[in-house]
């Protein structure tokens, strides 16, 4: 299959909230990056995550598999350090085969979940 994407994407937006009505994993407050990866070579990704008060983190490391998709929670990420609960931030994916990048935030502080998903920005 052909390559499809960019290889740098942002999502300006992110939050991720310290507190949950709920215990179970699928519904733990999180935000998550889908990354699709439809080229026929792996695709090694970097993301760096910026904060309105204090300098960047990362890079975060990962690759996507070949004609696969990976759906990463930003909550899961620790190497280099881990996201700030409660902090807004923003993300810059780079990548060296061309992806496609989706923004979902789950926000289950209240009983009353919300669900919230947007293409992030592509360039280059």
Same mark, same amino acid.
């Given at each position: 299959?052909?390559?499809?994407?960019?290889?740098?994407?942002?999502?300006? &937006?992110?939050y991720i909230? +310290?507190?949950s009505s709920? +215990?179970?994993?699928a519904l733990v407050s999180h935000e998550t990056a889908c990354i699709l990866n439809a080229?026929?070579?792996d695709a090694h990704v970097t993301i760096t995550i910026l904060f309105?008060?204090? &300098?960047p983190v990362g890079p975060y490391r990962l690759t996507v598999a070949a004609r696969r998709t990976l759906h @990463?929670?930003?909550?899961? @990420?620790?190497?280099p350090a881990p996201i700030p609960r409660d902090?807004?931030?923003?993300? #810059?994916?780079?990548s060296d085969m061309p992806i496609i #990048?989706?923004?979902?935030? @789950?926000?289950?502080?209240?009983?009353e979940v919300s669900l919230m998903s947007t293409v992030a920005y592509p360039e280059g």
């Open positions: 299959m052909e390559a499809i994407g960019r290889k740098r994407w942002a999502i300006p &937006e992110g909230p +310290s507190e709920f +215990s179970d994993r080229g026929d070579d309105a008060d204090r &300098e @990463l929670r930003f909550n899961d @990420l620790d190497d902090t807004d931030y923003a993300s #810059v994916f780079e #990048v989706q923004h979902t935030r @789950l926000d289950s502080r209240h009983s």
